[in-house]
């Protein structure tokens, strides 16, 4: 297929669209309007009351973002115009039946017109409410599959999902979907509606304690951790994504699915605004945090592969999976990673933003650079504990026994440190997966979806390839720079 097929390919089609409010969702909605102005509608969910703060949810959080500002340029006075004729807000959930949509004629609309369904939104939160991801992650996807089989022209749902649903693996990983009730401890099976009746039950329980909001907060978070390890995943959000595979592949019947599986998503390489991203994720607290010397140390192996993958080349898998694989009655996994091809490690990560603020230093007032030592790493937890026990824990002992001789003086000092202890050592733990991960992201299927593509002049426009990258040039001249020069002040 030419990429020419594939942007025709969009010609005329309908495509419904839920999370565009979020990151990787903006990229898509604009792209699909950039390569093909002739798509016939996008369709985008949103939570909304009603379709007044439908539209203006997506005026304010989609279009009027500087991520659309080469479209706004190349059709003018007409691009309010073009974006009324092609984009459709729909208020909605896909937490709800029906996704949440009221407007009875609107849904026949749908049902008659889409074409394409592309599943973005989820809730991203590792260590999220239970309920809160079950009823996204995992209703969520349902919701979209019943809606999207209830469409008359579906050619395809795509589902976005996670590359880390495979929860802590060694070795390489195929592209392999999940069997429903798989768990990844032997011997014991996911029941998902007994899931939804144990959060059932819990909330029962916890109203009946007359618990405060946060307790129930509290008490649905840890409930979500102890569900995903029981069953071997490492945190709520995984292990609810990967729930949420489950039922699509065991409701789509004969719905072609495709699920797309990213790792770490971040800013965009090489279209049009390179260093775009949106919020501050994963890898990036660790960059602002060493920028604003809060943070000194990093914990992981240096050799681990980080696994990045810039939102531009996510994007760009994701349209070709559409065009390559509508009306295909299968279903197909696609990594969307770079750990098989073109490995980043940690270290790489830590020199780079080293050597970005060796060139780029933060200013006293008095205007002298100020001097920043190199990232160090940890290697392992236990030297993370020991580094914790000896600065934190001990100097937190003595702090108890000295508010102990002065009556409680200073009670409110050392809650709020020990808070601030156990806070980062849950987080230390949560993100210990990936940061110590040890698994490879086999991407056959992705590099077959690249041989459909025949070799033509402007093969950038769909690039996803992840041997393109140059780490080194992406991390110290786009992602780096752009997030602390969007942060740093903040
Ligand atoms: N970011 C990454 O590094 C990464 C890596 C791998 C995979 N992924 C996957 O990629 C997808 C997009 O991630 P992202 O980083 O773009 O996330 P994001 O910025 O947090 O956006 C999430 C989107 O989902 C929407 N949403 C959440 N709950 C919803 C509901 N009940 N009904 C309708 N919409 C709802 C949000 O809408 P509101 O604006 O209303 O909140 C938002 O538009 C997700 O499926 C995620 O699992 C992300």
């Not at 209703?139 to 809606?147: I, N, R, T």
Request: hydrophobic content about 45%.
């Amino acid at each position: 297929m030419e990429i020419g097929n594939i942007v025709e390919f969009l010609r005329d089609k309908t495509i419904f669209v839920t999370g565009s409010t979020g990151f990787l969702g903006k990229i898509f909605v604009e792209k699909v309007l950039r390569v093909q102005p002739n798509v016939k509608k996008l369709f985008l969910l949103v939570r909304a009351d009603d379709a007044e703060v439908a539209k203006r949810r997506v005026l304010t959080d989609v279009i009027a973002k500087e991520l659309f500002d080469a479209l706004r340029e190349k059709h003018g006075i007409g691009f309010d115009a073009f974006v009324s004729e092609k984009v459709n807000p729909v208020a909605g959930d896909i937490v709800c039946e029906n996704l949440g949509i009221e407007d009875y004629d609107l849904m026949k609309e749908l049902y008659k017109e889409i074409d394409i369904v592309v599943n973005v939104a989820a809730t991203t939160n590792f260590y999220e409410r239970y309920d809160v991801a079950l009823n996204i992650n995992v209703l969520g996807a349902k919701h979209v599959m019943e809606f999207a089989k209830n469409c008359t022209e579906i050619k395809m749902l795509l589902h976005v999902s996670t590359a880390y649903v495979v929860g802590e693996r060694e070795g390489i990983i195929s592209e392999k979907p999940f069997q429903f009730g798989e768990t990844l401890v032997e011997g014991e099976y996911l029941d998902i509606e007994e899931e939804l009746k144990l959060i059932v039950h819990r909330k029962e329980e916890l109203k009946m304690k007359k618990s405060t909001k946060d307790a129930e907060k509290s008490s649905m978070k840890e409930l979500g951790i102890k569900r995903a390890r029981m069953f071997g995943w490492p945190n709520t959000y995984v292990f609810t994504k990967a729930m949420g595979e489950m039922l699509l592949g065991h409701l789509r019947g004969e719905l072609p699915l495709v699920i797309m599986r990213p790792t770490i998503i971040t800013s965009i390489y090489k279209d049009l605004l390179p260093g775009w991203m949106e919020g501050i994720r994963t890898i990036d607290n660790l960059i602002l945090g060493y920028a604003k010397g809060k943070i000194s140390c990093f914990l992981g192996d240096p050799d681990v592969n980080l696994d990045l993958i810039p939102g531009d080349i996510v994007v760009n898998a994701m349209i070709v999976a559409i065009a390559v694989n509508s009306n295909k009655k299968a279903q197909i996994i696609y990594h969307v990673t770079s750990s098989f091809t073109n490995m980043v490690n940690c270290s790489k990560l830590a020199q780079c933003t080293y050597d970005y603020m060796l060139k780029n230093p933060r200013m006293t007032n008095e205007g002298k650079a100020i001097k920043m030592s190199k990232f160090r790493i940890m290697k392992s937890m236990s030297s993370f504990h020991i580094l914790m026990i000896l600065r934190y824990r001990l100097p937190l002992l003595g702090l108890f026994f000295i508010n102990f001789a002065m009556c409680g003086l200073c009670s409110n000092l050392l809650k709020k440190m020990w808070k601030e202890y156990n806070l980062v050592m849950q987080f230390s733990e949560i993100y210990r997966p990936y940061t110590f991960f040890k698994g490879i992201f086999e991407d056959v299927n992705l590099e077959g979806l690249r041989m459909t593509m025949v070799k033509c002049d402007d093969t950038t426009l769909l690039d996803f390839d992840p041997k393109n990258i140059d780490w080194d040039d992406y991390l110290i001249s786009i992602h780096i720079p752009s997030i602390l020069t969007k942060y740093l002040c903040k």
